[in-house]
Structure formats: C-alpha cells, structure tokens
C-alpha cells in the first residue's frame, strides 16, 4: 500500500462512518478485527482497565443494529450529524500487512432542546493507528486504535458510531 | 430581621412532600436552594471521598470535591489518611492539580510557598521579608476536612464536626457494603481500573436518582433486552416472573438501595461465574454465605454524592443547578493470581458495556437527566411544578432495622434522597 492508496482508504471509511453507511463500514474489516478507544491513559492493558470501546467484530455489528435498527438508541434521538478530517497520513507497508497513521478531527452536532445551554457541537480530536492485512485484492481493518484527544474527559455521550 | 436562608427554610415543606412524595421542580433549578444544598448537604455533613486503594503508597495523594469546595486526600509516611482543602493559606490558589499522584510536599506554584502532605507549613518563601505582625494571622496549616471516617476502606468526610457517627449514618447499607466487598476473594476491593468522567446537564440529584432505580429499566433500557433476545432467540424481561426476591429499599438519611438476586436471570450466576473465582470466595466464606453473597445483587446510592454497584462506584460533583460531572470509578479484586484473571475481565467487560460515553445504559440515563431539567423550565401560573415519588409509598413496610421497603419498582428508593435533603436543609 502506498501513501495515496493509504489516504484514499480513510478518506473512504471516515465518508461511510459519517454517512452513516455502517455495513459498508463493517465490511471493511477483517473477521479478527479489534475496535479500540482508550480512556484516561492511551496505553493501559483494556483486559483489565476501562476502555470507552474495545469492540470485536461482533460487537461492532451490534452497535450498528443499535444505531440503525433498534429504535432504542435514545441518546441519539435525534441523532448526530459527524464530519471527519483525515490528516498528517502516514503509511508502512509491506505486500501483506500497513499500518497507516493519521490524525483525525471529527465534528459532532446533534440537534434537540435538551442540551439547550451548550451549542451542541462536539470535537474529537484524535491520533489513530490501523493496521490493515490484504485480502484477496482489498485491504481490510485488522485493527483500530483512536486515542482522544480528551481521552481523560470529561466526556459527552459518544452513541453515534465514532 | 429574617435573613435569605430563614426564608427559604420556611418553605421547604411546602417544596418537598416526602410523605406524598411531591417535589417542586424548583428544587432542581432554582440557584438559592442551590446555594443551600452546598452549605447545609455538602458542608453540613457526611460526604463520600474515595476508597483508600486510590491512595495505597505513602505519598499518595487525589483530589476530589465536597460539593464545590476542592479538597486533597493524602496518604503520609505513617499510612494515616488526612483531609485538606486544596486552597493556600495565603492568597488562595489551589496547591494540587491533579486527580492523583504522589508527593511528600504540596507546593503552591504561584509564590512557592510549601506544605507537608499533613497539611503543615513549612515553607514560606523569603520568609524574612515578612513582619511578625504581617504574617502572624495567616493559618500555618492547610484547611482540614473536619471529620473524616473510613467503612471497609470506604472514605467518607464532613466539613461540620458535629455530626452523628459514620455507621449510624450508613445505617442498613453497610449490610449492602459488607456483601459488596465479600464478593472479592480478598474481602476488598480496588478502584485502579479507570474512571468514566461526564457531565450531564441536568442537577445532581438526578444521578442519585436513576442509581438504583428500577422502573425504567425495561423501558429506557430496553435495548439491552432486546441484543439479549438476538442472541437467544427467547423473549427476555429485566422483570423475572418471581418477584419475590426483589425490592426497593428507603434506608434513612437520604440513602437509597434495590436489590435483586440474579437466579432469576436465563442461566443462574454459578454458570455465568469463572469457577477458580467462586471456589475461593467459598475457601473464606463457606457455602452458604458465598450463596448469599454472590446470588445478591444491589445497586445504593449514598446521600448525598455517591452510587454503588457491582463494579463501580459513582461520584457527583455539582457544578451548578444545571451541570453536574460524574467520576465513574471502576471497581475489581486485587490480583490473585490463577482467582482473580477471568473475573476481572469479566467486570472490565461488563462495566464497559454498560456505561461509559459510548455504553448501551448510561448514556441514555444521561439523556434523560436532561430532559427532565428542560421539563422543570416548564414553571409558571397554571402551569404543574410537580415531579412525583409517590410509586410503592401506599404499600411499604418497615423493615428489621428502620428501613422501609417496597416491591421491585417501587419509587422509595427515589424519595429517599429527599427525606435525607429536609434532614440535612433543616439543620442550620
């Protein structure tokens, strides 16, 4: 994978996560993939410390049917409008494996009255890490890490897909 | 000549009803009651501060907040804990900044001067440009916490001296604590494992509510049941067919507790639990006291700053009337190695799942919270200003220690906190 192959692969899943195009999104991950934001500190072992999301494949289905399909997701009612920044991409590559680098700015707005006294705009700021593995002749997401900006918070609901 | 506080005491009847369990929506909004909750609740009596294995190493230090007003924990060579308000005596800065570490001194950074993690003055810097007369009023020690007590390594302080004893003042919950703890092999917990920081916009008083309440569970939560029958293809209710085992419990001062025993649930907690963790809860506990520990399971909420369960312990900080942050402690067992892996893992993915920004329950509590304090704007002439506790009141029972206990989705555990609010409104 090179640079631009790179920058065009996030600049595609950051458009399906805003798009709300979440089984498209879940497609690009591989069987084994791992979905990681840690809270608090960026490097503690998520077995046994908290993470806000460290998500399996599975896992991540099921936020999808929340988000999607269920009708349950009240904190989403109505729901988010994100945009994201891909930016400061770095690619290393071999035929089999990248791990690409970037920083991602993401813009959260979410209308309704209840939170009336903030403007309604969230920013996450993030340095992400992925490690993608070819497959057949795509790559697919391994692996997922976004360390927040304010991963030690406080922190606003994140029930969009973030 | 009756001043704002008489004022207000006089009509504090009139904005709670505990009996008929009525609160003027006033009570959530209105900044001169707020003014007084942080004098008569947070100033005027028990408060919870930490668990002692967030401070275990001499030196240890975290700062938290007895409603507005920051305070220091510390832990000095002699393993006593001491309560500090973090605030220098001289021009008032706060001397820590952060939520924990560890140092020996605490050191205002504006003029350096220094202090013991007793609290002590030791350092004034160019103490000799000072006259006698212009430092000999200043305090040579930092303001202390005036009472603080521990129960099973739960840390709790008071900014008024006098106040009832620590375990007159948990009551019945200690009874919930006790078994809360003698679910860890060890008989003791640790809060290390991360913390959830929110804000909710919305008064303090609404996380104590929603704590350990139960009605809204199959309605708001219902999500939860829903992935629960996804997977099991069988129709799911967080509300078993026996009842029985079930209730919402008012335990006096403002503390609310409901309790569950998990057998009801579609596969029984022996199941469910990593066997090496049970069969050493049973080396301390025996059988029959294992059973009882670990088939209870009970959420409280300790007035007036504090909520329990399982695997974490939450801590309100009122910032205004309106805006509210919640510290989010995770709770496992000490390490035991070939005991403790799996079931840690265990309550780190439970926890997770459950709460946290992006959790399946505790976001839409959060949501809820603030859409009630968007209904409580909705005062004026013929307007209803009522928000109402009255669920289970008519048929609770008195229960062996005082308390007073109602069935499942009884609101009692709800009106609890606002007995223990006249309590403590009313004492001056």
């Known amino acids: 994978m090179d640079w631009s192959e790179g920058q065009a692969f996030l600049s595609v899943e950051a458009r399906l996560l805003d798009e709300l195009d979440l089984e498209s999104w879940l497609a690009l991950t591989s069987e084994d993939f791992v979905y990681w934001i840690p809270v608090n500190t960026a490097d503690a072992d998520p077995r046994v410390h908290l993470s806000i999301l460290y998500e399996d494949r599975r896992e991540c289905a099921e936020r999808i049917y929340r988000i999607v399909e269920s009708g349950l997701n009240h904190s989403q009612d109505p729901p988010s409008n994100t945009v994201r920044f891909v930016s400061n991409i770095e690619v290393q590559s071999d035929d089999s494996e990248a791990v690409l680098r970037c920083n991602t700015l993401l813009y959260e707005y979410r209308s309704g009255s209840s939170r009336r006294d903030s403007l309604n705009v969230n920013v996450y700021p993030s340095r992400c890490e992925y490690l993608l593995r070819k497959s057949a002749d795509s790559w697919l997401m391994a692996r997922k890490k976004v360390v927040l900006c304010q991963l030690d918070g406080p922190l606003d609901a994140m029930t969009f897909f973030p | 000549m009756i001043d704002g506080d008489q004022r207000l005491e006089e009509r504090l009847g009139d904005l709670v009803d505990y009996e008929r369990g009525r609160v003027h929506a006033s009570v959530y909004t209105d900044p001169e009651i707020f003014a007084l909750e942080m004098k008569r609740i947070f100033q005027g009596g028990w408060v919870y501060l930490a668990h002692g294995s967030e401070i275990p190493q001499p030196g240890d230090y975290k700062t938290t907040y007895m409603g507005q007003i920051p305070v220091i924990l510390t832990r000095s060579e002699d ?59 200043i305090p040579r020690q930092l303001g202390r916490i005036a009472r603080l007590d521990t129960y099973r390594g739960l840390v709790f302080g008071s900014l008024h001296e006098d106040v009832i004893p620590l375990s007159d003042f948990l009551g019945v919950t200690k009874r919930y604590i006790d078994d809360w703890m003698d679910a860890s092999p060890t008989g003791e917990i640790v809060v290390t494992g991360g913390v959830w920081k929110h804000r909710y916009d919305a008064n303090w008083k609404l996380g104590l509510e929603g704590a350990d309440e139960r009605y809204h569970v199959d309605s708001l939560h219902k999500v939860t049941s829903v992935l629960i029958e996804r997977k099991t ?25 409901s309790e569950m025993q998990s057998d009801r649930y579609p596969r029984p907690w022996r199941d469910t639990t990593p066997k090496e963790y049970v069969g050493a809860v049973i080396d301390r506990l025996g059988e029959e006291r294992t059973d009882e520990v670990l088939r209870r399971w009970a959420r409280w909420h300790l007035f007036p700053n504090a909520a329990f369960t399982a695997d974490n312990i939450r801590v309100f900080r009122p910032i205004n009337p309106h805006l509210t942050e919640v510290y989010q402690h995770h709770v496992a067992f000490p390490d035991v190695p070939g005991v403790t892996e799996r079931i840690n893992e265990q309550r780190v993915r439970d926890h997770r799942y459950l709460y946290g920004p992006a959790g399946y329950v505790g976001p839409d509590d959060h949501e809820m919270f603030s859409r009630m304090q968007e209904g409580y704007r909705a005062m004026g002439e013929g307007l209803t200003p009522w928000v109402w506790f009255s669920r289970g009141s008519a048929s609770a029972r008195l229960g062996g220690e005082g308390e007073l206990v109602g069935d499942d989705q009884s609101e009692l555990s709800q009106r609890s906190i606002y007995g223990g609010w006249l309590e403590r409104m009313r004492t001056a």
Do not use: K
């Not at chain 2, 799911?236 to 609310?256: C, K, M, N, Y």
């Open chain 2, 79 to 137: 393993g006593d804990i001491h309560g500090l308000i973090n605030r220098c005596v001289h021009r008032g800065a706060t001397v820590c900044q952060r939520d924990s570490g560890n140092a020996n001194y605490l050191r205002c950074e504006y003029h350096g001067w220094m202090y013991r993690n007793t609290g002590e003055l030791v350092g004034v810097t160019l103490r000799s440009g000072y006259a006698q007369s212009e430092i000999e009023d």
């Open chain 2, 233 to 257: 293809g069988t129709p799911f209710s967080w509300r078993p067919r026996d009842l029985s085992t079930l209730a919402t419990i008012d335990a006096g001062h403002g503390h609310g507790i």
